[in-house]
């Protein structure tokens, strides 16, 4: 019986596994290259993939203001300006570590080749970074003009609102993109 059920649920248990390896690794991760308790200055001097995507997504922030006609300028790991006034932190819950986890324990739970596999998961991550991205730079835009949220939500909700609808497109779309390479395989 062991056998079939976990053949059953193979999926679920790759999934499962990759999502916590990823989402609490990084949260290890941020926990060591953060200062106070264990703290390990190597990490955080020499291979901070955190502060790295933070930096990321701030110049990717300022790449879409400029067009629009502001200026943004980095003030720190953490803060990001528009036009020398309005500012906005990107502390480690906004980075959107959760949802890259979900997006790419999927494509690597599910069926495909690796190297489609891989293109999925930069796509997808591409796409949340992307939305992230916007989603700091009409925050700074908002903030600057004194515009109201709308209906009331929480930037962090809207966000996460968003964030599920890309993934539930993205999820149908990798499906979709399996079949086909498996269709095409079949006929070849």
Known sequence: MPPLFFHTYKKLFIFLSCFCVLYFGIKGFIG???KGGIYYAFLDEHV???VWY???LFYGTKIILKPLGFTAKVLS???IQINGSNKVGLVYSCLGYGVLSFWTAFVISNDGKPLHKLYWIIGGIAAFSILNMSRIALIL????KHYASPFEIDHHTLFNICSYLLIG???YAYARSVQLHQSLERSE
């Open 77 to 79: 790991k953490y803060v």
């Open 169 to 171: 497109v993205f999820v």
């Open 54 to 56: 933070r930096n990321f």
């Open 141 to 144: 835009i908002a903030n600057y």
């Open 48 to 50: 901070n993939f955190v």
């Open 32 to 34: 060591i290259t953060a």
